[in-house]
């Protein structure tokens, strides 16, 4: 069976390919031991623009922890601009963090036969906060733990990687899908995804993670065990 989120994520990609304020990646990382993360935004556009960039938090994490600046800045046509993200955290952190950080374009508007025509473009990229002294781990969706009480999945995330997949999941031998609450599970969380019928019979699931730079890698099949 195949799953269509590397397909979603290549029209995420695509869409980035449009005229605007361009981020140099799609996924932003913050080491803390560097105390700032750093990303280029580019204008495509013809004319100057005024870009706005924001943090933005997490349903699951509302402390602000990341503070961004220049909030908002002209850059002129074909110019690049520099955005920091400083550290602004209360204590030392012990666990990976997820937040968004929004990048904005606001173009000067054009007059197009009396109408004024202005199209913003708006991208909308993980912010990972990685803390100082954990060990940097590629595939921490091999940390997952996945059970089953035979009328539900539940994924245990007792490492303490923040680790983003596809909500799609496939139950295995049965290869018929079940959904989980959301894209991503943060260190510490469990997530539980119901089955549409009882069942005793799923030994393994198959998922589609993704990098910590945003990639999909393709399949990966864990086992499940029985609760």
């Not at 909030?71 to 993200?85: F, M, W």
């Not at 508007?109 to 109408?115: D, E, I, R």
């Amino acid at each position: 069976m195949k799953f269509s989120w590397c397909a979603s994520l290549c029209l995420v990609c695509g869409s980035a390919m449009a005229a605007g304020m361009q981020p140099e990646t799609t996924v932003v990382i913050f080491y803390e031991e560097h105390g700032e993360a750093t990303i280029n935004l580019r204008n495509t556009d013809a004319g100057p623009t005024l870009l706005h960039s924001k943090v933005e938090h997490i349903p699951e994490d509302s402390e602000l922890s990341v503070i961004v600046t220049p909030p908002i800045t002209r850059v002129d046509a074909g110019e690049t601009q520099l955005i920091r993200l400083i550290g602004a955290f209360k204590e030392p952190l012990k666990t990976q963090r997820l937040k968004r950080v929004t990048f904005e374009g606001i173009p000067q508007k054009k007059s197009t036969g009396g109408a004024t025509v202005g199209i913003n473009i708006r991208h909308n990229l993980p912010l990972i906060i990685h803390p100082k002294g954990l060990a940097r781990h590629q595939a921490p969706w091999e940390l997952l733990k996945w059970k089953t009480d035979g009328e539900s999945l539940a994924v245990e995330n007792d490492s303490p990687y923040v680790v983003r997949l596809s909500e799609r999941v496939q139950l295995n031998p049965l290869e018929t899908p079940v959904s989980l609450p959301r894209t991503y599970i943060l260190p510490g969380e469990t997530l539980t995804a119901p089955f549409k019928e009882p069942t005793s019979a799923v030994t393994s699931v198959t998922i589609q993670p993704a990098t910590v730079y945003g990639f999909a890698i393709g399949n990966f099949d864990a086992p499940v065990t029985r609760q």
